[in-house]
């Protein structure tokens, strides 16, 4: 385990779309949050003690925790970490100011994800957020002051917005990375309620045209909804992505183990909700198998335009991947959806856009040829 997630319930108001497991802060919460964090932590440490190469803390809004509370939550973190590891917390403008951001920059953290969302007054009032886009672009130009590795993120495709004059913003501010999202209208949030829907026109538009001012800014996309300039791409999410093993800490955290050599087990675990998590109640953990497996990987690693290798894969799950896929590998390759490269594929640019599409067809060929030996 080289890779640490760590998740902070907290914000300051809950904004209309989000169905993360989030909740205000009410006295004494934070504190049971913490000393439960501690022994968890404790307890993760015993079964695997290996160094860190990435800490990744999100929320939530880690930053709405107070400076005394976020010295308490890094203490409480007992591995090393490799000198060069990247050790990134989520923040929000408005939680933030530039002495706060010494603090945090003291604990070890080298990386902002800084949840902007849009640099248009108009646009954050109707996302909900605390923030105004002044704020934000002064939240970011501090970050990067201060030497921090910065992502943004970004909501595009949004009723009314300018989605150029943001991107241009993003790309003219000078962060290393961006996270670009479309609105994702999740059942039994406000928005939701309010039956509002996103555009499918919309959001190709907006992605066409962020790859395009980001592209030219050096940014290039290496993930569906991610671009980096060379060198800053997260490494955190690229665990994710490749199917490696990470560790997860806090209320509802995931987390995803590998064993074994050549043939692996996958296991994932699930922390449940703040009460039970409080009270000690140990993650879910399911087992995922070969077929399953499989189709995991398939489905994180084609998110990135590194793509996977099937020889790999193969070996790791025991099944026959190149000659079961090659037909459908095949016919998507020439339908301009992904790149072969020896036992490599990755998804092309309309890949990236249409993953969904490519990413069924492949499962349903391995469903069918696989699904006898492991229904
Ligand atoms: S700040 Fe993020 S985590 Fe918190 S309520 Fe808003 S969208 Fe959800």
């Known amino acids: 385990m080289r890779h640490l997630y760590l998740h902070v319930p907290f914000c300051p108001t809950i904004c209309p779309y989000c169905d993360f497991h989030v909740l205000r802060r009410t006295k004494g919460a934070v504190v049971a949050y913490l000393e439960r964090l501690e022994k968890e932590a404790a307890r993760l440490f015993e079964l695997h003690p290996e160094s860190l190469d990435t800490i990744y803390v999100g929320g939530g809004t880690p930053s709405f925790l107070r400076d005394a509370e976020l010295e308490r939550l890094f203490a409480a973190l007992p591995w090393q970490v490799d000198e060069r590891a990247e050790i990134t917390l989520e923040v929000n403008p408005g939680t933030v100011n530039r002495r706060r951001l010494e603090t945090i920059k003291n604990l070890g953290v080298n990386r902002l994800s800084i949840g902007v969302q849009s640099f248009d007054d108009n646009t954050l009032r109707f996302l909900g957020r605390t923030h105004d886009a002044a704020t934000a672009r002064?939240?970011?130009?501090?970050?990067?002051?201060?030497?921090?590795?910065?992502?943004?993120?970004?909501?595009?495709?949004?009723p009314g917005q300018n989605v150029r004059a943001e991107l241009e913003t993003a790309a003219a501010l000078g962060a290393g990375h961006v996270s670009a999202y479309t609105l994702q209208i999740e059942p039994g949030t406000p928005f939701a309620l309010r039956r509002l829907a996103a555009e499918a026109d919309d959001e190709a538009a907006a992605f066409a045209l962020a790859r395009k001012i980001l592209g030219a800014a050096g940014l290039r996309r290496y993930e569906v909804s991610n671009y980096a300039r060379p060198g800053a791409e997260s490494r955190h999410n690229l665990a994710y992505w490749r199917m490696n093993s990470w560790g997860g800490l806090g209320p509802a955290a995931a987390a995803h183990f590998l064993t074994g050599e050549e043939r692996v087990v996958s296991r994932r675990t699930t922390n449940p909700p703040l009460p039970r998590w409080l009270a000690g109640e140990p993650p879910?953990?399911?087992?995922?198998?070969?077929?399953?497996?499989?189709?995991?990987?398939?489905?994180?690693?084609?998110?990135?335009?590194?793509?996977?290798?099937?020889?790999?894969?193969?070996?790791?799950?025991g099944l026959e991947l190149r000659r079961t896929l090659a037909e459908k590998v095949g016919e998507l390759a020439d339908g301009g959806l992904l790149r072969l490269d020896e036992n490599r594929i990755a998804p092309t640019d309309a890949g990236l856009d249409r993953l969904h599409e490519a990413i069924l067809q492949l499962w349903e060929t391995l469903e069918t040829a696989y699904s006898a030996d492991f229904s």
């Open 138 to 158: 002064r939240t970011v130009k501090e970050a990067l002051d201060l030497g921090f590795s910065v992502s943004l993120d970004l909501m595009l495709a949004l």
């Open 284 to 317: 879910e953990s399911v087992e995922l198998g070969p077929l399953d497996y499989a189709k995991e990987v398939l489905m994180m690693g084609l998110r990135t335009r590194e793509g996977i290798d099937l020889r790999k894969l193969e070996e790791h799950s």
